[in-house]
């Protein structure tokens, strides 16, 4: 065998450990899946698509956010992004404001963490905004 050749798959000093591993993945997978399957049942185990309607009622304060935020971008890229930072610092107030105060099913993804994580986070980063945008030569 010359030097500029390579030896090939499976052979080699660390041949028999790649094989092993890739074999032990495999029937690990394998066998996850069979299990969960097992487990949810035979009429449970294909996913359920929901309908853009429904999947777009369940997120209807996410959505109105996101519209908002754009907004407040727009703005900020035309006029001032002083008032700009301002306009998203209370918006995250009244984002955080809705998390503590809604329960979760009507929040859709903007429930991440728990209540007091999430709130703590989103006025954290309302306060941040405020100080920066208030910051001299923005």
């Known amino acids: 065998m010359s030097p500029s050749t390579s030896p090939g798959p499976g052979v080699g000093p660390d041949a028999g ?3 092993g591993h890739e074999a032990h993945a495999e ?11 097992d487990a949810a049942g035979p009429a449970q185990s294909a996913q359920r698509r929901v309908p853009l309607g429904e999947g777009l009622r369940r997120q209807t304060l996410l959505l109105l956010a996101l519209i908002a935020l754009v907004a407040v971008l727009g703005f900020g890229a035309s006029t001032s992004a002083v008032v700009a930072g301002r306009l998203l610092a209370a918006l995250l107030l009244v984002v955080a404001l809705l998390r503590a105060c809604l329960p979760a099913s009507l ?14 986070v989103m006025l954290a980063l309302a306060g941040g905004l405020a100080v920066l945008s ?3 030569n923005l």
Do not use: I, K, Q, T
């Open 17 to 19: 450990a790649d094989a």
């Open 107 to 120: 929040l859709g993804a903007l429930v991440v963490r728990s209540r007091g994580l999430d709130v703590l």
């Open 27 to 37: 029937a690990g997978h394998a066998a996850g899946h069979e299990a969960h399957a």
């Open 134 to 136: 208030a910051a001299p």
